[in-house]
């Protein structure tokens, strides 16, 4: 399995659409930024067919250090959750996949 960095996708994008690539890049770090803001301004975010994007709040918990074994306070923190789109999941999982 490759990694994949946003510099190959700028390339591919750029190759793709025939822009530059840094208009691609621009385009695609303005896109990314645009979620981060959106997801801190507590919004959901949804690309049908790609997926939905949102915050959940973990509640604060007992967890226990895994080098020493004592136990400490793990406050409450925002997440970012994902879910895959019904597209995504058909060309990850195959046509065939129920």
């Not at 190759?15 to 530059?20: E, L, N, R, S, V």
């Not at 621009?26 to 975010?45: C, P, T």
Request: hydrophobic content about 35%; glycine content about 6%; overall charge positive.
């Amino acid at each position: 399995m490759a990694t994949i960095t946003k510099k190959e996708l700028v390339n591919d994008v750029a190759m793709k659409t025939g822009h530059k690539q840094n208009v691609a890049k621009e385009v695609i770090q303005h896109f990314l930024d645009q979620i981060i803001k959106e997801l801190s301004d507590g919004n959901k975010i949804e690309l049908r067919d790609f997926a939905v994007f949102h915050t959940k709040t973990r509640a604060a918990r007992k967890a226990r250090n895994p080098k020493t074994g004592e136990e400490i306070h793990a406050p409450e923190k925002t997440v970012v959750s994902f879910k895959a789109g019904r597209l995504m999941k058909e060309r990850i999982q195959g046509p065939d996949h129920p």
